[in-house]
Every structure is written in C-alpha cells, then in structure tokens.
C-alpha cells in the first residue's frame, strides 16, 4: 500500500535529462570563447598540479595498496607516482590525491570543486582510449557545466541536509564529460546520466578525515562507469534527474529547474571556476587573507593580545574547530587559518603539517583568536581586528579573497602554485616540462605526453617522491 509523503513533488519538471544529455552530446568542438578555453587549461592545470602534490600521502598510499588487491590492469596513470592501475582505479586515486590538501578548485556559487570527479575520469579514459588533448578539454567544459548547472539547481537546500556536493554532483559531470569523450550519442548520454544519478557519492560527516577526499575520487569513478555501462547497452530511467523519484527532487528540497536551461550552451560555468592559495575550506580564506594583510602592515604574533574575528554563521558551522588535532582537522579550523596567516604569511599545505598545527606558537596563537558571528557580513567576507599589547587596534575587512572571482590569481600565481606542489615530486625541471604540457593541452595530438610527464623519473622519484614535509 502506498505512503502518503509530506513533500509535494513536482510531476512537471523539464526533461532536463534528456535536455542536458543532447547538449553534451551535440554541442560543437570548442563551441566556447578562447577566455573560457583558457580557463578550462587554468582548471586541468590547478587539478593536475594539486593532484601531484598529495601523490604521496598516506591517504594514497592506503587506496593504492587495497586497489593492489585487485590486482589491475596497467593502463593508466596515477599523477605522481610510477604505478599503473586500470582507468576506473585511476579515477580513484586521482579524485582522492586532487581533493587531499583542500587546495582544488572552486565554483564559489554552489562551493563543488569540479575538477576533482570530472578531470580524473577524463585522464583516466583518454590515457586509455588515445583520446587527444582537444577532446579532453572539450569533454572537461561540458562535464563541469553538467555537474554545476546541477549543483546550482539544488543547491543550497542539497547540500544544507548533509551532502557533499562536489561528490554528488560530480558524479553527474564525470558521467556526462566521459560520455563525451567516448562519443556517444544522446540516448547513451542520458543512460550515462541515469545511471549516475543513482550513484549520489558523499556526505558531510566525512570532512575532516580521508573519506572527504574519496567523494570526489568515488564521484569519477562511478562516473566513468556510468559512461561505459551506458556505451555497451546497459539502461536507466530516462528521467532520472529530474523525476518525483529521481535525483534532484529525493536529494534536495530546492529544484531551480532553470539553473540547466538559462543560457545553454552559451554560459558555461567554468568561467566562474576559481583557484584557492590557501589550503584550506574556502570559507576559512577571507580570514587568512586578512591575518596576512596584518602581518603586511608590520603586526607580529608576540604583539598580539587578542584577534577579533567577524564571520558569517557558515564558516564557523564549518570550520570552527578551536583545537584541531592533526593536519586534516586544521583545513577545518579558522583559527589555526588565521594563525598560520599572522604567523608564515601563507597557509599552503606546509603549514597543515601535524607538527606545524600542533606548534606551540600556533597554539597559543589561535587561542588568542575570539570568533562571532555576524550575518551581516557575507560568507565570502571577514571583518578581523588585532588588539595589540599596547591597546591599539589594526583592523582589516576583506570583501573578496585573493583567488575569488573579484580577486582572481593570475596565470603567474597559479604556475607557482603547481610548481609548490610538483616540484618535491617531480623535481623543477619535469615540473616546468608538465606545465608546458598543461597550457597547450588543447592542441596535443594526444595524453600520453603528459600523463608521462606527472609521472616522477629515477632521479626525482628518489629525491621527492616520499617527501615527509607533505606526509601526515
């Protein structure tokens, strides 16, 4: 016998399925701006240069040795270490390293870092199948566009219950840019997306340990498995997103249906994709920007006798841990951000070390820091106050972040950030090689090239690639 249900579903939603399947499927080559080519290069770079720097974390190493089990098949590369796995495994561990340090992308409307679920599954594939660079980065655009049209739909109602929207949603791109990249038509692309729908992957809980790095690996995983299935025959519903049953309507209460139709194919949200220096949960960003703009203006830790810190509820309902023990419960602590800020000037994954967070000049800094809330000012902003020894005040507001769409890290500032995280991997030289590799991506002929290139030589491997500074 039938439930009644308390939520009103909507039985007239678009076919947004089957609309996001043609659109993927048919969308011409490079049917974009030369600015949004270029930002989808400035995004493969960022997830490739994030993922060489977590290759050798022990969150790596764990996935790496119960993949082993299995016993894979070599066929594609796992960026940063000289193992090969099979391309869904690939998927895996690409996700996982891209999202460890908290250093990935961000689509600031909906918060999905979208290059971790979708660049790993297209790697992954177009390593295996000889795709060429111009069809990775066309398969790239439109799978983030999926996954963050998606995202922007349900969000933020989706992700308030719990859900880790880079992973649930990421599924959907990683689906839908494999699709592409495979060719297939758009009955397969909408089997592809059906079939993912039902395979929502994350939830909030996991943050702060190794599993919130897996939502996005899990996501290109069962995103490029998607696409395979939906390539040899296998079915889902037709409607599966935006069915009363289906994706969008079960995992949210928030349906924004034209957030998918509003300028398709001609918008694509990877102009709105942004690049964080700092390693850390976006929201903790304004706050660091502010301790360092202090530090700038000559305030030291040994003056300070209080920081005042004005925050939206967000970032302390997300990172307000005061005594994090380890570097993963750092990334989620705004006060160990803004003492890493005052003290270092930066907070990049260094300053997320175990020995780092647990330092008695941290400490005793980040005890010094008195959050309120304040939701007048916005989520992206910080109002932050030092009180010094003397009684004098220096106050900073920050609007926008550095890396924020307003603010926005230059081509300069994001090669030196790849060659933070690759050069104690692959040594300055290949890292300058797989730069040059990333930047003409779109014109190579194919993959191999550079999935060679994020792979460590004798040398480098020796030297680098069990670097203890970016183990924890």
């Given at each position: 016998?039938?439930?009644?249900?308390?939520?009103?579903?909507?039985?007239?939603?678009?076919?947004?399925?089957?609309?996001?399947?043609?659109?993927?499927?048919?969308?011409?080559?490079?049917?974009?701006?030369?600015?949004?080519?270029?930002?989808?290069?400035?995004?493969?770079?960022?997830?490739?240069?994030?993922?060489?720097?977590?290759?050798?974390?022990?969150?790596?190493?764990?996935?790496?040795?119960?993949?082993?089990?299995?016993?894979?098949?070599?066929?594609?590369?796992?960026?940063?270490?000289?193992?090969?796995?099979?391309?869904?495994?690939?998927?895996?561990?690409?996700?996982?390293?891209?999202?460890?340090?908290?250093?990935?992308?961000?689509?600031?409307?909906?918060?999905?870092?979208?290059?971790?679920?979708?660049?790993?599954?297209?790697?992954?594939?177009?390593?295996?199948?000889?795709?060429?660079?111009?069809?990775?980065?066309?398969?790239?655009?439109?799978?983030?566009?999926?996954?963050?049209?998606?995202?922007?739909?349900?969000?933020?109602?989706?992700?308030?219950?719990?859900?880790?929207?880079?992973?649930?949603?990421?599924?959907?791109?990683?689906?839908?840019?494999?699709?592409?990249?495979?060719?297939?038509?758009?009955?397969?692309?909408?089997?592809?997306?059906?079939?993912?729908?039902?395979?929502?992957?994350?939830?909030?809980?996991?943050?702060?340990?190794?599993?919130?790095?897996?939502?996005?690996?899990?996501?290109?995983?069962?995103?490029?498995?998607?696409?395979?299935?939906?390539?040899?025959?296998?079915?889902?519903?037709?409607?599966?997103?935006?069915?009363?049953?289906?994706?969008?309507?079960?995992?949210?209460?928030?349906?924004?249906?034209?957030?998918?139709?509003?300028?398709?194919?001609?918008?694509?949200?990877?102009?709105?994709?942004?690049?964080?220096?700092?390693?850390?949960?976006?929201?903790?960003?304004?706050?660091?920007?502010?301790?360092?703009?202090?530090?700038?203006?000559?305030?030291?830790?040994?003056?300070?006798?209080?920081?005042?810190?004005?925050v939206h509820s967000l970032v302390l309902e997300l990172t307000g841990k005061k005594e994090p023990a380890d570097g993963l419960q750092g990334k989620f602590s705004v006060y160990h951000g803004c003492a890493a800020g005052l003290i270092f000037g930066q907070a990049t994954e260094d300053e997320y070390a175990d020995d780092i967070v647990n330092r008695a000049d941290m400490v005793a800094l980040r005890r010094k820091v008195v959050a309120t809330v304040?939701?007048?000012?916005?989520?992206?902003?910080?109002?932050?106050?030092?009180?010094?020894?003397?009684?004098?005040?220096?106050?900073?507001?920050?609007?926008?972040?550095?890396?924020?769409?307003?603010?926005?890290?230059?081509?300069?500032?994001?090669?030196?950030?790849?060659?933070?995280?690759?050069?104690?991997?692959?040594?300055?030289?290949?890292?300058?090689?797989?730069?040059?590799?990333?930047?003409?991506?779109?014109?190579?002929?194919?993959?191999?090239?550079?999935?060679?290139?994020?792979?460590?030589?004798?040398?480098?491997?020796?030297?680098?690639?069990?670097?203890?500074?970016?183990?924890?």
């Amino acid at each position: 016998m039938a439930r009644n249900t308390q939520v009103q579903a909507d039985h007239n939603a678009p076919p947004i399925t089957r609309i996001l399947a043609e659109f993927v499927a048919q969308h011409p080559s490079r049917g974009w701006s030369d600015a949004v080519d270029h930002e989808a290069h400035r995004t493969f770079l960022n997830w490739l240069g994030c993922a060489v720097g977590a290759a050798h974390h022990e969150a790596a190493d764990a996935a790496l040795a119960a993949i082993a089990v299995l016993q894979p098949a070599p066929q594609a590369t796992v960026a940063g270490r000289r193992e090969k796995v099979d391309i869904a495994s690939a998927a895996l561990v690409n996700g996982i390293t891209s999202h460890t340090f908290d250093f990935d992308d961000t689509h600031l409307k909906t918060i999905i870092h979208p290059a971790g679920p979708v660049a790993s599954a297209l790697l992954a594939l177009a390593e295996h199948t000889g795709a060429s660079g111009r069809q990775l980065i066309d398969a790239l655009v439109l799978g983030i566009d999926v996954a963050c049209r998606v995202g922007n739909t349900v969000y933020p109602e989706h992700y308030d219950r719990g859900w880790h929207i880079t992973g649930t949603t990421g599924v959907l791109g990683a689906a839908a840019g494999c699709a592409r990249l495979l060719g297939l038509d758009a009955d397969r692309t909408q089997m592809a997306l059906g079939i993912a729908a039902s395979q929502p992957v994350g939830l909030r809980e996991q943050f702060g340990t190794m599993t919130k790095p897996f939502h996005p690996g899990g996501a290109a995983r069962a995103g490029l498995m998607s696409a395979l299935l939906a390539q040899q025959g296998f079915t889902a519903s037709p409607r599966a997103l935006e069915a009363p049953r289906g994706f969008a309507q079960v995992l949210s209460t928030k349906t924004a249906w034209n957030e998918i139709t509003d300028e398709l194919g001609q918008r694509f949200e990877i102009s709105f994709n942004s690049y964080k220096p700092f390693a850390c949960g976006i929201v903790i960003h304004p706050s660091i920007d502010a301790c360092v703009q202090l530090r700038d203006r000559g305030v030291r830790p040994e003056q300070v006798e209080r920081i005042e810190l004005r925050v939206h509820s967000l970032v302390l309902e997300l990172t307000g841990k005061k005594e994090p023990a380890d570097g993963l419960q750092g990334k989620f602590s705004v006060y160990h951000g803004c003492a890493a800020g005052l003290i270092f000037g930066q907070a990049t994954e260094d300053e997320y070390a175990d020995d780092i967070v647990n330092r008695a000049d941290m400490v005793a800094l980040r005890r010094k820091v008195v959050a309120t809330v304040d939701d007048a000012i916005d989520e992206a902003s910080a109002d932050v106050t030092a009180v010094l020894a003397d009684g004098s005040r220096v106050q900073v507001f920050v609007e926008h972040a550095i890396g924020s769409l307003q603010r926005p890290l230059s081509d300069a500032q994001l090669e030196a950030k790849f060659a933070g995280m690759a050069d104690p991997v692959l040594g300055a030289g290949r890292t300058r090689e797989l730069l040059d590799a990333c930047w003409g991506l779109g014109d190579a002929a194919g993959v191999g090239a550079l999935a060679r290139l994020a792979v460590p030589d004798g040398a480098a491997g020796a030297a680098h690639g069990h670097s203890t500074r970016r183990m924890r």
